[in-house]
Protein backbone atom coordinates (compact mmCIF):
# COMPACT_ATOMS: atom_id res chain seq x y z
CA UNK A 1 0.00 0.00 0.00
CA UNK A 2 3.04 2.42 0.99
CA UNK A 3 4.51 1.85 -2.33
CA UNK A 4 1.40 2.25 -4.44
CA UNK A 5 0.94 5.31 -2.49
CA UNK A 6 4.39 6.57 -3.35
CA UNK A 7 4.23 5.51 -7.07
CA UNK A 8 1.49 7.73 -7.10
CA UNK A 9 2.39 10.86 -5.46
CA UNK A 10 -0.11 10.66 -2.46
CA UNK A 11 0.06 10.34 1.22
CA UNK A 12 -0.49 6.96 2.18
CA UNK A 13 -3.02 8.09 4.87
CA UNK A 14 -5.05 8.49 2.35
CA UNK A 15 -5.00 5.49 0.73
CA UNK A 16 -5.98 4.22 3.84
CA UNK A 17 -8.36 5.97 4.48
CA UNK A 18 -9.69 5.10 1.23
CA UNK A 19 -9.50 1.23 1.49
CA UNK A 20 -11.13 1.31 5.15
CA UNK A 21 -13.77 3.69 3.52
CA UNK A 22 -13.63 6.47 6.08
CA UNK A 23 -14.17 8.60 2.73
CA UNK A 24 -14.53 8.56 -0.50
CA UNK A 25 -11.33 9.04 -3.08
CA UNK A 26 -11.45 12.05 -5.35
CA UNK A 27 -11.12 10.85 -9.39
CA UNK A 28 -7.50 12.90 -9.87
CA UNK A 29 -6.11 11.23 -6.96
CA UNK A 30 -7.55 7.71 -8.17
CA UNK A 31 -6.71 8.24 -11.55
CA UNK A 32 -3.21 8.92 -10.54
CA UNK A 33 -2.82 5.64 -8.12
CA UNK A 34 -4.77 3.99 -11.44
CA UNK A 35 -1.76 5.75 -13.93
CA UNK A 36 1.42 5.25 -11.74
CA UNK A 37 -0.09 1.17 -11.20
CA UNK A 38 -0.71 0.98 -14.60
CA UNK A 39 -4.55 -0.21 -13.92
CA UNK A 40 -7.46 0.74 -15.73
CA UNK A 41 -9.53 3.43 -14.32
CA UNK A 42 -13.01 2.24 -15.53
CA UNK A 43 -12.32 -1.38 -14.37
CA UNK A 44 -11.24 -0.47 -10.83
CA UNK A 45 -14.92 1.53 -10.89
CA UNK A 46 -16.48 -1.50 -11.95
CA UNK A 47 -14.99 -3.53 -9.17
CA UNK A 48 -12.98 -5.66 -11.16
CA UNK A 49 -9.34 -3.75 -11.60
CA UNK A 50 -7.27 -4.80 -14.88
CA UNK A 51 -4.14 -4.01 -15.83
CA UNK A 52 -3.75 -1.47 -18.51
CA UNK A 53 -0.91 0.05 -20.98
CA UNK A 54 -1.08 3.30 -18.73
CA UNK A 55 -0.32 6.65 -20.75
CA UNK A 56 2.68 7.31 -18.62
CA UNK A 57 4.61 4.10 -19.73
CA UNK A 58 3.76 4.81 -23.07
CA UNK A 59 6.13 7.03 -24.45
CA UNK A 60 4.26 9.66 -26.84
CA UNK A 61 5.70 9.41 -30.25
CA UNK A 62 8.52 11.70 -31.85
CA UNK A 63 6.32 14.79 -33.96
CA UNK A 64 8.38 15.41 -36.84
CA UNK A 65 7.74 18.21 -39.02
CA UNK A 66 6.99 15.92 -41.98
CA UNK A 67 4.48 13.78 -42.19
CA UNK A 68 4.61 10.27 -43.00
CA UNK A 69 4.38 9.01 -46.60
CA UNK A 70 1.57 7.38 -47.92
CA UNK A 71 3.28 3.66 -48.47
CA UNK A 72 4.69 4.31 -44.62
CA UNK A 73 1.13 4.61 -43.34
CA UNK A 74 -0.30 2.32 -45.53
CA UNK A 75 2.43 -0.43 -43.56
CA UNK A 76 1.51 0.90 -40.53
CA UNK A 77 -2.02 0.19 -40.90
CA UNK A 78 -1.36 -3.51 -42.04
CA UNK A 79 0.72 -4.08 -39.16
CA UNK A 80 -1.64 -2.57 -36.32
CA UNK A 81 -4.09 -5.68 -38.26
CA UNK A 82 -1.93 -8.19 -37.09
CA UNK A 83 -1.21 -6.51 -33.72
CA UNK A 84 -2.14 -8.12 -30.61
CA UNK A 85 -3.71 -7.12 -28.41
CA UNK A 86 -5.61 -4.85 -31.55
CA UNK A 87 -5.32 -1.44 -31.91
CA UNK A 88 -7.85 1.15 -32.78
CA UNK A 89 -7.67 3.43 -35.62
CA UNK A 90 -7.01 6.35 -33.09
CA UNK A 91 -3.99 4.94 -31.94
CA UNK A 92 -2.91 4.25 -35.00
CA UNK A 93 -3.27 7.89 -36.03
CA UNK A 94 -1.76 9.19 -32.45
CA UNK A 95 1.16 6.67 -33.63
CA UNK A 96 1.60 8.83 -36.84
CA UNK A 97 0.76 12.08 -35.83
CA UNK A 98 -2.21 12.12 -37.64
CA UNK A 99 -5.83 12.82 -37.07
CA UNK A 100 -8.05 9.25 -37.60
CA UNK A 101 -10.57 11.01 -40.18
CA UNK A 102 -7.70 11.41 -42.68
CA UNK A 103 -6.53 7.60 -42.80
CA UNK A 104 -10.29 6.62 -42.77
CA UNK A 105 -10.50 9.06 -46.23
CA UNK A 106 -7.66 7.48 -47.35
CA UNK A 107 -7.37 3.88 -46.72
CA UNK A 108 -11.50 2.84 -45.73
CA UNK A 109 -10.72 -0.77 -46.51
CA UNK A 110 -8.02 -1.19 -44.05
CA UNK A 111 -9.71 0.82 -41.37
CA UNK A 112 -12.71 -0.82 -41.59
CA UNK A 113 -10.92 -3.83 -40.83
CA UNK A 114 -9.01 -2.46 -38.15
CA UNK A 115 -12.07 -1.23 -36.34
CA UNK A 116 -13.88 -4.63 -36.72
CA UNK A 117 -11.17 -6.54 -35.64
CA UNK A 118 -11.31 -4.06 -32.71
CA UNK A 119 -14.50 -4.22 -31.65
CA UNK A 120 -14.67 -7.99 -31.66
CA UNK A 121 -11.42 -7.72 -29.07
CA UNK A 122 -13.19 -6.02 -26.95
CA UNK A 123 -16.71 -7.29 -27.00
CA UNK A 124 -14.67 -10.62 -26.41
CA UNK A 125 -13.16 -9.20 -23.62
CA UNK A 126 -16.60 -7.85 -21.64
CA UNK A 127 -18.06 -11.02 -22.01
CA UNK A 128 -15.15 -12.64 -20.47
CA UNK A 129 -15.65 -9.53 -17.65
CA UNK A 130 -19.39 -10.23 -17.64
CA UNK A 131 -19.11 -14.40 -17.38
CA UNK A 132 -16.23 -13.68 -14.78
CA UNK A 133 -18.86 -11.65 -12.74
CA UNK A 134 -21.47 -13.70 -13.03
CA UNK A 135 -19.52 -16.43 -11.79
CA UNK A 136 -18.45 -14.66 -8.55
CA UNK A 137 -21.56 -13.38 -8.14
CA UNK A 138 -22.76 -17.13 -7.87
CA UNK A 139 -20.28 -17.66 -5.41
CA UNK A 140 -20.84 -14.70 -3.17
CA UNK A 141 -24.83 -15.56 -3.18
CA UNK A 142 -23.66 -19.29 -2.11
CA UNK A 143 -21.20 -18.24 0.43
CA UNK A 144 -23.47 -15.80 2.03
CA UNK A 145 -26.74 -18.36 1.88
CA UNK A 146 -24.58 -21.32 3.05
CA UNK A 147 -23.43 -18.64 6.18
CA UNK A 148 -27.74 -18.00 6.74
CA UNK A 149 -27.23 -14.58 5.95
CA UNK A 150 -29.72 -12.27 4.14
CA UNK A 151 -28.66 -11.60 0.80
CA UNK A 152 -27.80 -8.05 1.39
CA UNK A 153 -24.61 -5.69 -0.15
CA UNK A 154 -23.03 -5.42 2.67
CA UNK A 155 -23.11 -9.58 3.81
CA UNK A 156 -22.02 -9.46 -0.20
CA UNK A 157 -19.44 -7.08 0.41
CA UNK A 158 -17.88 -8.85 3.45
CA UNK A 159 -17.98 -12.41 1.77
CA UNK A 160 -16.05 -10.44 -1.38
CA UNK A 161 -13.95 -9.10 0.81
CA UNK A 162 -14.02 -5.36 -0.76
CA UNK A 163 -16.45 -3.12 -1.40
CA UNK A 164 -18.81 -3.52 -4.45
CA UNK A 165 -20.19 -0.22 -5.75
CA UNK A 166 -23.09 0.85 -7.07
CA UNK A 167 -23.70 0.11 -10.86
CA UNK A 168 -20.52 -1.92 -11.27
CA UNK A 169 -20.39 -4.61 -13.43
CA UNK A 170 -20.60 -7.02 -10.25
CA UNK A 171 -23.41 -4.98 -9.00
CA UNK A 172 -25.48 -5.31 -12.02
CA UNK A 173 -24.66 -8.99 -12.15
CA UNK A 174 -24.85 -9.86 -8.74
CA UNK A 175 -29.03 -7.94 -9.48
CA UNK A 176 -29.53 -9.77 -12.53
CA UNK A 177 -28.82 -12.91 -10.90
CA UNK A 178 -31.08 -12.35 -7.62
CA UNK A 179 -33.73 -11.57 -9.84
CA UNK A 180 -33.01 -14.66 -12.26
CA UNK A 181 -35.51 -16.25 -9.91
CA UNK A 182 -32.45 -19.20 -9.18
CA UNK A 183 -32.05 -16.76 -6.04
CA UNK A 184 -34.77 -14.82 -3.89
CA UNK A 185 -33.89 -11.75 -2.32
CA UNK A 186 -34.32 -10.98 1.40
Known amino acids: MTIAARKAGIYKSVLWGWMRGRYLPSIRLLLSLCMANGVSLVSVMEGSPVQCFCPREIKPPKRSNSKPSKENREIVLKEALSAN ?69 RNFQAAAGRPIMPYSLLHRVLKEVLQGGKFSAN
Open 85 to 153: PPRSVSAVASMLGLDPSSLRRQFPELCALITERFRHFNSLQAAARREAAKKLSEGLINEVTSKGLPLTR
